[in-house]
């Protein structure tokens, strides 16, 4: 049996390759792929390629890293898992011996291998993987396939908030409401939040986020928009902004919506430099960088099974 890979010849154009089916190590799994769910960097990588270029010009490149699917196979020192199973994996491969893994913290492992990025630029479009078996997680039966596929961007969401710390009643802004913003708006209700206000330019978007939780959506090419904002959520601005639409304007937006000793969560991938006035948040501002996730597949897996959305 073959297996049929799509890979990035170069920006703008994908081909479809037939290649062997991957070998499955005795800690893996052969996985038959339902769904990939097409990510912000999926999109840039197709437009422009990967953020960060692999060294090498000759290097095959895969998109897709938001997966759900059924095993085919299992290797022989797996045991939680077996043939039929419904599974959907964590993307990251980490390397489990530098002190971040050893910490917990395998999501900033330096070596991670994860998906459509390097160091092998494996990507999830493709009829079969192999994945590890302990980043592979089984899907209850209540869940489908393609809720499976968005357990990977939900994650992202569950971990952005819990990094923010206590959001009980806090007052909290949403930059941007694509996948990970919206997957931000319900983590952020379910763990109290009692303002949630998004901004962005697509009334689509606005209207989903006020279906999943907001309390009030903004355009933001309004001129007026901070002045807007604050109307809703008082004077001296949110307890925590979340940016998550991984641009500059959003970005310096962020700071002129925070209060003092107010947190911003930068979730969103911001290419190039963004310059801060330290000076207009030099009161106790804390600026936060969130990076995919860490240890939240079970619980957000657990969230979606039992349809939480509330505190």
């Given at each position: 049996m073959?297996n049929?890979?799509?890979?990035l010849?170069?920006p703008?154009?994908m081909?479809?390759?037939e290649t062997d089916?991957?070998?499955?190590?005795?800690?893996?799994?052969?996985?038959?792929?339902g769904y990939v769910?097409?990510?912000?960097?999926?999109?840039?990588?197709f437009q422009f390629g990967?953020?960060?270029?692999?060294?090498?010009?000759?290097?095959?490149?895969g998109l897709?890293?938001e997966?759900?699917?059924v095993?085919?196979?299992?290797?022989?020192?797996?045991?939680n898992?077996?043939?039929g199973?419904?599974v959907c994996?964590?993307?990251?491969v980490?390397?489990?011996?530098?002190?971040?893994c050893?910490e917990?913290?395998?999501?900033?492992?330096?070596?991670?291998?994860f998906?459509?990025?390097?160091?092998n630029?494996?990507?999830?479009?493709?009829?079969y993987?192999?994945?590890?078996?302990?980043?592979t997680?089984h899907?209850?039966d209540?869940?489908?396939?393609?809720?499976g596929a968005l357990?990977?961007?939900a994650?992202?969401?569950?971990h952005?908030?819990?990094m923010a710390?206590?959001?009980?009643?806090k007052?909290?802004?949403?930059l941007?409401?694509g996948?990970?913003?919206l997957?931000t708006?319900?983590?952020a209700?379910?763990?109290?939040?009692a303002e949630?206000?998004?901004?962005?330019?697509?009334?689509?978007r606005?209207d989903k986020?006020i279906?999943l939780?907001?309390?009030a959506?903004f355009?933001?090419?309004?001129e007026k928009?901070?002045?807007?904002?604050?109307?809703?959520?008082?004077?001296?601005?949110?307890?925590?902004?979340f940016?998550?639409a991984?641009?500059?304007?959003?970005?310096?937006?962020?700071?002129q919506?925070?209060?003092?000793?107010?947190?911003?969560?930068?979730v969103g991938?911001?290419?190039g430099d963004?310059p801060?006035?330290?000076?207009?948040?030099n009161?106790?501002?804390?600026?936060?960088?969130?990076?995919?996730y860490?240890?939240?597949?079970k619980?957000?897996?657990?969230?979606?099974?039992k349809?939480?959305?509330?505190f």
């Amino acid at each position: 049996m073959k297996n049929t890979v799509a890979i990035l010849e170069k920006p703008g154009k994908m081909v479809m390759k037939e290649t062997d089916l991957p070998t499955v190590k005795d800690d893996e799994v052969l996985i038959k792929v339902g769904y990939v769910g097409i990510c912000g960097s999926d999109v840039h990588g197709f437009q422009f390629g990967p953020y960060i270029p692999p060294k090498d010009p000759n290097q095959t490149i895969g998109l897709g890293h938001e997966v759900a699917g059924v095993i085919e196979k299992v290797g022989k020192n797996v045991i939680n898992l077996k043939a039929g199973d419904r599974v959907c994996i964590e993307p990251g491969v980490p390397c489990y011996k530098c002190e971040f893994c050893m910490e917990g913290f395998y999501n900033v492992c330096p070596d991670v291998d994860f998906m459509a990025t390097q160091p092998n630029y494996k990507g999830a479009l493709t009829n079969y993987l192999a994945h590890p078996a302990d980043m592979t997680y089984h899907l209850p039966d209540n869940m489908s396939l393609v809720e499976g596929a968005l357990v990977e961007p939900a994650a992202v969401g569950i971990h952005a908030a819990e990094m923010a710390g206590d959001l009980l009643g806090k007052k909290v802004v949403i930059l941007g409401s694509g996948c990970i913003g919206l997957m931000t708006v319900q983590s952020a209700k379910l763990m109290g939040a009692a303002e949630i206000v998004v901004i962005d330019v697509l009334q689509n978007r606005l209207d989903k986020a006020i279906e999943l939780g907001a309390t009030a959506t903004f355009d933001g090419r309004d001129e007026k928009i901070v002045e807007k904002v604050k109307e809703i959520i008082g004077e001296y601005g949110a307890d925590v902004v979340f940016e998550t639409a991984g641009a500059i304007p959003t970005a310096k937006m962020a700071l002129q919506l925070v209060k003092r000793r107010g947190k911003v969560m930068v979730v969103g991938t911001i290419p190039g430099d963004t310059p801060i006035d330290f000076l207009k948040i030099n009161r106790e501002v804390s600026i936060q960088t969130v990076f995919r996730y860490a240890n939240d597949y079970k619980k957000t897996i657990d969230l979606i099974s039992k349809k939480r959305s509330y505190f």
